[in-house]
C-alpha cells in the first residue's frame, strides 16, 4: 500500500485529551498510532489554532477529528477542511473512532469517514443493555 | 436583564461560552457583534452549528448599537459577544453600555500584545479602550474566563 494514500489523523482538543488519546490508542494498537497527531489548543488564537491545522494537514487524505462541536478546536477544523475534498472534520471524537481509523486508513474518506461515525456512536453504549 | 451576558472573547461562540457561560446564564440568544462575520455566511453556519438550541445572530457594531435597546426589552435572554476590545468599545460609545458590566475572556498572545492572565493579553491600544470603557463609558470591566474562576477587575487589569 502506498503510504501516500493512506489516511492521515489529526486530533485537535482542549487541554491534554489529543494526547491522552493517542497515547491509549497507541498502548492498545501499538505503532500504527503513528499516524495520529495530537494538537492541543492550549495558548492558541483561533487564528493560530487553525493555521496549525493548515500546515499539519498538507496534502492528502486527511481526517481532523475534533473533540467538541461547540468549541475552538471543531472551528478551526472546520475551517481549516472547508474547501479541499481531501480532508474531512469529525466532531465528538472518542477512542472507538480512533482505533478503528488506524486500522482502516486505507479505505477512501467517503467510506471511512461515515464507517468511523458509526464506529464513534456504536462505542457508547449504556449496560446492562435497557430492556 | 435579557441581557445577560457582555463578553470580550476572540474565539466567540465557543465551549467556554456555550458550556461554562451558557449553562450558568442560560441563554435564548447569542449576539455575535462583528463587522467581518456579519457579511460572512459560511463562518456565520459555523458558529450557528456550536451553538443550538440557543439561536446565534450576526450583526456590525453600528447594527448593534441600534438594536441594544431592543435587546434588553425582550424577554428572550442575549449574551452579546464582541471578537476584541476595540469592538466592544465602539458598541459601548456615547454611554450606550452605562451601567453595564463587561466580562473579559479570551484574548490570547499576538504581536504586541502583552500577558496580563493566562487567557488574557493585550495591546496597548486594547488597554486604552479598557480605560476608555471604564472611566468614560461608565462600564464596570473585569475579567474572568469561567464563571467559577476569580473575577479581575479592570484596575488591576490596568496596574493601576
Known sequence: MNEARLARGIVVAHGTMAEGLIDAVRRIAGGVA??????SNEGHSPQELRAILEQLAGDGPVIVFADLLSGSCGMAAMVSCKDSG???VLCGVNLPILLDFVFHRDLPLDELVPRLEGKGREGIRRLPEAS | MPIVLFRVDERLVHGQVVLAWGNQLRPDRYVVVDDDLAVSDWEQELYRLGAEPA????TTVEEARAHLDEWREEAARSIVLTRDVGAMRRLAGGGRLRGEKVNLGGQHHGPERDEVLSYLHLTAADREALRALGEDEGVEVSARDLPDAHKVPLKSLLGS
Open chain 1, 34 to 39: 503513528d499516524a495520529l497527531v495530537p494538537v
Open chain 1, 86 to 88: 481531501g480532508r474531512a
Open chain 2, 55 to 58: 439561536e446565534v445572530i450576526f
